[in-house]
């Protein structure tokens, strides 16, 4: 099992990035994803998933309207689009997969993150 994470980088206040998160060892399209990030010294925090289908989004109130979570089952890859970063941002991103079995056993893997800096 692989989540490979990519696009993280340095940007200044007010710019865009877009992270990939590259998976392979499972059955992509049968996993909600979702994009967690953890600054330094704080816990890590849900910012955005995405269901299995693709169907469904939900974001921390703390990127609405400016991140948008997406997801190609064909090239097996979940995206974060980032617009009008701001230097609270700053974290490494991590993505994560997870399902939950017949009787409720969830299975969940993590990518091992990508850093991204919001600074001038």
């Known amino acids: 099992v692989q989540l490979v994470e990519s696009g993280g980088g340095l940007v200044q206040p007010g710019g865009s990035l877009r992270l990939s998160c590259a998976v392979s060892?499972?059955?992509?399209?049968?996993?909600?994803m979702s994009w967690y990030r953890q600054a330094p010294g704080k816990e890590r925090e849900l910012v955005a998933v995405i269901s299995s289908a693709g169907g469904s989004t939900s974001y921390a109130d703390s990127v609405k309207g400016r991140f948008t979570i997406s997801r190609d089952n064909a090239k097996n890859t979940v995206y974060l689009q980032m617009n009008s970063l701001k230097p609270e941002d700053t974290a490494v991103y991590y993505c994560?997969?997870?399902?939950?079995?017949?009787?409720?056993?969830?299975?969940?893997?993590w990518g091992q993150g990508t850093q991204v800096t919001v600074s001038s």
């Open positions: 060892g499972f059955t992509f399209s049968s996993y909600d």
């Open positions: 994560r997969a997870v399902r939950y079995s017949s009787v409720s056993i969830p299975y969940i893997y």
